[in-house]
């Protein structure tokens, strides 16, 4: 459900409805949207970040609740309110276990809240939470998780403003969920959409890839697999706003590339500007450990999630002064650029695998499975 | 990474593909089948056709379990599974398969209880962890598979576990690549074998291929590096008019095999008379049933099987794309009403199948006509 609230406002005059960040519009009767959701039923791919997430979101939420406010897909939704402008994102956390070797749920839930603002130029201010606690839930457990979330609203330097609690039956839900909502300052001369890009620009990636997803996947116990890994868990915006300080004007794109990982928010990036993202294979940084874990599943590192590392595309003139800015940082010693922007073949990612051979990656179908025969 | 990037390192590949371009004839063209659903796959993640001299045209085999599985057969296996206090266990590889009714993934959403497992003895912690449920293992897999499934079934009933039974849909190789060579409207040079089957059968089952049928075959490993040199071999001895079998995947695979595994499976398994193959019909002693001492632990005994039969569309050239007579894009159905996300064909549904591969690695360069190499 997390995307709905994602969809950026194109920037519109007249009067709005700030409370939902939805334009209110008199044509909507005129001109009824298309619902083209035709899935019979919810399975858990629709909730998996990849094609099945998009359809139900482009095939049902966008067209009823965002009529004509659908253009392109992004991270945090941009309002008007009262002559000011704001970020504003919704988010949930449905994660098994609650708690993961590098972090845990409420950690998770401010960051992850911290970095959908910090990928739309964003810098988080204030949040709202809702927990949904399952009945029986161990008050220790609660409280573990209401501490981690607070040492993170300190640290990201976001103030939590509100929040809702309900209770379930035993049973339905996970121990606990919970969900965010959180609103953002604009960062000064940032300005992020995929439509700016062109080719020739530079692909930023800020860290190695897969470390979240494989450490669920491992923690989960299914698969009595071990390695040395640890949730890369963390809030970008440091290392965002230290981009945005030294290259704001070359920023075009930016993207934390969480559920279906980096090749299905680079899929997302082809599509949303028309163009041909290529990466290098080699250049991408990935830990031992999720490459192996990523050979033995058969499962392919570009679509494992990450909840720590973010994906930008610079202008070529800045993509150099950015990369050293990131560089600065401890956070950030691992960025690297891992491609550029072409024209051709538009609409598609592109990899070139380090024997001179190539390949497409699509996003993600369904949940990643391990595959065995 | 060790065991893995020596054999991706582009120095040494670089070198292999010199070496292929130097021994291959210009004025011939080369046809080798790729048995293996692992080396498609493989083929079309590292991006190896683009390496390979044109000349060099790669056939994708019938050795995704996956694929050559029956629709029937998943409608079959789930239908079991739905009556209450039961719970499906299989591979991940098998969740998106979809039957006549829906695929394992699809029965979850509607209530199914529905497991993945990462091997069958991981079904069978669950039927120990569930004693009043009845766990049913959709087993699949070549020879590759079989074993693990063999060893499972003997510590259920050495530990007298009866909430647990396989449904069982082995199949063998080398039937497959018999009927794959009987077709008549099949032009082959050579096999690159299969690399895991080999690991518990051995490279002997394949010597016919190389007496009879004259064609060279080389088992193969799964890397770039193993594939390439695998090409290497067989060219070798295709130039100079030989045909044996020949190992390259010595660092896993034993000429003759893995005894134990072997041994397993023949206390379990016996051959079913024939069996059908998605895309090649009915294939003659080709597939593994339980023998009668498990008959306690086989779903089919145990349960009542519906026997659904479903033919694929007559659209579907899944026969064709399968025998290498047809490539997957020249399939009617090919990127329209098939995709990876609604398969109708048995190719597309595993990653490991060709269209499915074609699909996701290669189908969108194909379309562009100004891409250019990346040298």
């Not at chain 1, 960062?187 to 997803?213: M, N």
């Not at chain 1, 990450?306 to 002064?321: C, K, M, R, T």
């Not at chain 2, 159905?333 to 549904?349: N, Q, R």
Request: glycine letters at 10%; hydrophobic letters at 40%; aromatic letters at 6%.
């Amino acid at each position: 459900m997390r995307s709905i609230l994602q969809l950026r406002v194109p920037e519109v005059a007249g009067d709005l409805n700030y409370r939902s960040g939805l334009k209110v519009s008199d044509k909507v009767e005129d001109a009824p949207s298309v619902v083209r959701f035709k899935d019979s039923q919810i399975e858990m791919s629709h909730g998996a970040g990849g094609k099945a997430s998009r359809r139900l979101v482009e095939g049902l939420f966008a067209p009823l609740l965002l009529p004509g406010n659908m253009e392109t897909l992004s991270d945090a939704a941009r309002v008007e309110a009262g002559g000011a402008t704001i970020a504003f994102t919704a988010d949930s956390f449905v994660v098994h276990p609650l708690r993961f070797p590098g972090g845990s749920i409420g950690e998770l839930a401010v960051n992850g809240t911290v970095n959908d603002l910090a990928v739309s130029g964003a810098r988080a201010c204030a949040m709202v939470v809702t927990f949904v606690l399952e009945e029986g839930l161990a008050s220790s457990v609660l409280e573990a998780e209401v501490r981690a979330m607070a040492a993170s609203l300190k640290r990201a330097g976001v103030k939590m403003v509100g929040g809702d609690t309900k209770v379930v039956e035993r049973g339905k839900a996970d121990g606990m969920y919970i969900s965010t909502a959180g609103i953002g300052i604009p960062l000064p001369g940032v300005h992020v959409d995929a439509r700016t890009v062109r080719p020739g620009d530079k692909v930023l990636l800020s860290g190695p890839i897969g470390d979240h997803g494989i450490t669920i996947l491992l923690a989960r116990a299914d698969l009595e697999l071990e390695a040395d890994l640890t949730s890369d868990t963390r809030p970008v915006l440091p290392m965002v706003e230290a981009m945005a300080a030294e290259a704001a004007p070359g920023i075009r794109w930016m993207r934390d590339p969480t559920r279906g990982g980096v090749a299905t928010a680079l899929n997302e990036l082809a599509r949303d500007c028309g163009l041909a993202v290529e990466i290098h294979e080699e250049d991408i940084p990935i830990h031992d450990g999720v490459r192996g874990a990523c050979e033995l599943l058969g499962l392919d590192p570009l679509h494992i999630a990450n909840e720590g590392q973010f994906l930008a595309v610079v202008s070529p003139e800045f993509a150099d002064i950015a990369l050293n800015a990131l560089h600065r940082l401890d956070a950030g010693e691992d960025a690297c650029i891992i491609g550029e922007i072409r024209s051709d073949p538009p609409n598609t990612v592109l990899v070139n695998t380090r024997y001179g051979g190539t390949r497409i990656v699509d996003m993600l179908v369904g949940d990643p499975l391990p595959r065995i025969c | 990474m060790r065991y893995v990037d020596e054999f991706r390192n582009p120095e040494l590949i670089t070198k292999a593909s010199e070496e292929i371009r130097r021994i291959a004839d210009p004025a011939r063209h080369y046809r080798i089948m790729e048995v293996c659903g692992g080396h498609t796959h493989a083929i079309y993640r590292f991006g190896l056709k683009d390496i390979l001299p044109s000349n060099i045209e790669l056939i994708h085999g019938p050795g995704c379990p996956v694929c050559v599985l029956p629709m029937g057969r998943i409608d079959d296996g789930l239908t079991i599974a739905q009556e209450p206090n039961r719970i499906f266990a299989a591979f991940g590889d098998m969740m998106r398969v979809p039957g006549a009714k829906g695929s394992p993934l699809e029965h979850k959403a509607r209530g199914t209880d529905v497991r993945i497992v990462y091997s069958p003895a991981d079904a069978l912690e669950i039927a120990r962890k569930n004693p009043e449920k009845e766990v049913i293992f959709f087993a699949i897999g070549f020879e590759t598979t079989a074993p693990s499934t063999a060893l499972t079934l003997m510590s259920a009933k050495a530990e007298g576990i009866e909430n647990f039974s396989v449904f069982c849909n082995h199949v063998t190789i080398v039937p497959a690549i018999r009927a794959i060579l009987d077709s008549p409207d099949m032009r082959l040079d050579g096999f690159i074998g299969p690399g895991h089957v080999s690991t518990v059968i051995g490279c002997r089952p394949y010597e016919w291929i190389a007496k009879s049928e004259g064609k060279p075959v080389v088992t193969s490993g799964f890397e770039p590096l193993d594939l390439l040199q695998s090409i290497v071999m067989l060219l070798r001895q295709l130039e100079a008019g030989e045909a044996k079998v020949e190992n390259q995947y010595k660092r896993v695979v034993p000429w003759e095999g893995n005894g134990a595994a072997l041994k397993a499976m023949a206390e379990v398994f016996e051959l079913r008379p024939y069996f059908e193959w998605r895309g090649l019909g009915f294939i003659s002693q080709s597939a593994l049933r339980i023998r009668e001492k498990y008959a306690k632990w086989d779903a089919e005994s145990r349960y009542p099987v519906p026997e659904t039969r479903v033919t694929d569309p007559k659209s579907a050239q899944c026969g064709e794309v399968l025998k290498g007579v047809l490539k997957p894009a020249q399939c009617k159905l090919f990127g329209k009403e098939c995709t990876p996300e609604h398969p109708i064909g048995a190719l597309m549904v595993s990653s490991e199948g060709s269209c499915a591969a074609y699909y996701n690695y290669e189908y969108r360069k194909s379309l562009v006509t100004s891409i250019t190499a990346v040298a």
